[in-house]
């Protein structure tokens, strides 16, 4: 055979083995839209909204679509079943984090939202530990959020007659529960410093949720290089480091290790114990200072913002807001702080917290996940380090999980005969192993404090139902609620 047989010959046998792979489809790459190069589809997506793009485009390539952001591949799963498929029924597949690098900096790479494999292990399993240890499963928390509680009651009383914007007076009572958590300490409401780390956490998490802070994200050298607001942000990150890590030296100087008073007094004994013994480890400064870091912003913002939102909707829908005052008023009263064991008593007001979850769709497009390995996901393949966006927008969203997606209807989580009905499709905390570790606490804060409040207060809003507009003011990493002004009313 000639050389030039024997070319057309291989040839031939190249593309029978290529035709063989594509139609078994296991080796097939999920479609998606053309993308260019350099940039890839990133001038197609809706920078303030992405989440819009994504579900257009499963209507056309369906479920698992491939998108580049700039060079960077990314598979968006899109739907319940989608979903929940990868995230449970494959959960250790899809247990990867992606590379966030504007949270990478800010923690120096370390710490528990951004890592993976054996430190993220061995922080999840850690923190998992010792939040339920402080508290989350035990009475110790519920008492901390009473108590917050009644500091918030007392602020809004103070507050009298004027209207005001709730966010710092929210997330002052809901941080003061992760800070009881995390430093073992509450702050008063008038601590300066409290309100400056505040107005730092809730700007770092709107930059991120701003089409700069997306650039950020996918051009972060690029980025480092240019001027813009991002390296004010940074500098601010700095001042969350330095409160932290003087909080972590104050507690290692009165650290006793009988009695553990915190998070990061456990953390200390682990890392104390470590030095002891001089095993390779993950419990060391750098992880605790990150980790610290990372509950206080995962912790402070999110819980907030859907507790502001929840009471806009609450003036928004005033015959909502008295339905549940008065299934409180019946079984609680005015008086008594709510428990946890009096949700099961108020299928109302448990249905409307849910639904105001939905509704918000905090983090349409969750924290991206990341393929570790070659993924084999639906007969297609994810290969290794592709960034996965399990777009839980679609699944709080969808129109088969959900009678009317796009209304607030309490409903949703009621049956016909008005006793509480969970869904399983509401997962605005995420699903499987990487599933948000506060979700219990964030739970209990919302479902204590919301409580609390309509014992006191009625809610309105200066200018009326019709005036209150509850789009959010960003959607694109969070839907972020609108400010706005609250009347409370003492009952
Ligand atoms: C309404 C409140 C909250 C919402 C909607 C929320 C939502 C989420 C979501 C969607 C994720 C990503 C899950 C995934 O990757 O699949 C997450 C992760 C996380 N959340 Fe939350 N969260 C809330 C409150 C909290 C609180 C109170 C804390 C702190 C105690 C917290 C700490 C974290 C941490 C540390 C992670 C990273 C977990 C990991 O990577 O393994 N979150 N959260």
């Excluded at 948000?436 to 207060?457: I, K, N, W, Y």
């Amino acid at each position: 055979m000639d050389t030039y047989a024997t070319l057309v010959l291989a040839g031939l046998v190249l593309v029978l083995f290529l035709v063989v792979r594509m139609t078994k489809g296991e080796r097939r790459q999920a479609p998606g839209p053309f993308a260019l190069p350099v940039i890839g589809n990133m001038h197609q997506v809706n920078k303030h909204a992405p989440f819009k793009t994504f579900m257009e485009w499963s209507k056309q390539y369906g479920p698992v679509i491939t998108v580049y952001l700039g060079l960077q591949r990314v598979v968006v799963l899109v739907g319940y079943e989608t979903v929940k498929e990868a995230l449970v029924d494959q959960a250790e597949d899809f247990s990867g984090r992606a590379p966030a690098p504007f949270a990478y900096k800010a923690t120096k790479g370390f710490g528990l939202l951004i890592s993976n494999g054996e430190r993220w292990r061995q922080l999840r399993r850690f923190t998992l530990t010792t939040l339920r240890d402080f508290g989350m499963g035990r009475k110790k928390m519920e008492s901390w959020i009473q108590e917050e509680s009644k500091h918030l009651v007392d602020l809004l009383r103070e507050n009298q007659p004027a209207p005001f914007d709730p966010t710092f007076f929210l997330s002052r009572a809901v941080s003061n529960v992760i800070c009881a958590l995390v430093f073992g300490q509450r702050f008063s409401y008038k601590d300066a410093q409290l309100l400056k780390l505040l107005q730092i956490i809730s700007g770092i998490l709107k930059f991120n949720s701003t089409p700069r802070g997306q650039l950020y994200n996918i051009f972060p050298r690029l980025m480092d290089y240019l001027p813009g607001q991002h390296h004010a942000i940074f500098r601010e990150v700095n001042e969350l480091r330095k409160f932290s890590t003087e909080k972590i030296r104050e507690h290692q100087e009165t650290l006793n290790p009988d009695d553990p008073r915190d998070y990061i007094d456990c953390f200390l004994m682990r890392l104390n114990e470590v030095e002891k013994n001089l095993v390779s480890t993950e419990f060391h400064h750098e992880n605790l200072t990150a980790t610290v870091l990372n509950l206080f912003l995962a912790g402070t913002e999110t819980t907030s913002s859907t507790m502001r939102y929840t009471m806009m909707l609450l003036i928004k829908y005033p015959d909502i807001q008295e339905k549940m005052q008065k299934e409180i008023d019946n079984v609680i009263g005015q008086t008594r702080s709510p428990t946890m064991e009096d949700r099961k008593s108020l299928p109302f007001t448990n249905a409307v917290i849910h639904e105001a979850q939905r509704f918000l769709d905090l983090v349409p497009l969750n924290v991206p996940h990341y393929a570790t390995k070659d993924i084999s996901f639906k007969g297609y393949i994810i290969p290794k380090d592709t960034v996965v966006i399990p777009l839980l927008h679609s699944v709080l969203k969808s129109v088969d999980q959900w009678d009317n997606p796009w209304t607030f209807n309490p409903n949703h989580f009621l049956d016909h005969n008005g006793n509480f009905k969970l869904n399983p499709a509401f997962i605005p905390f995420s699903s499987g192993k990487r599933a948000c570790v506060g979700e219990s606490l964030a739970r209990m804060e919302l479902f204590l404090f919301l409580v609390t409040l309509l014992q006191h207060f009625t809610f309105s809003s200066p200018g009326g139902p019709e005036s209150v507009d509850i789009s959010p003011e960003f959607s694109s990493l969070g839907n972020i609620p609108r400010r706005y002004q609250l009347i409370a009313a003492p009952r």
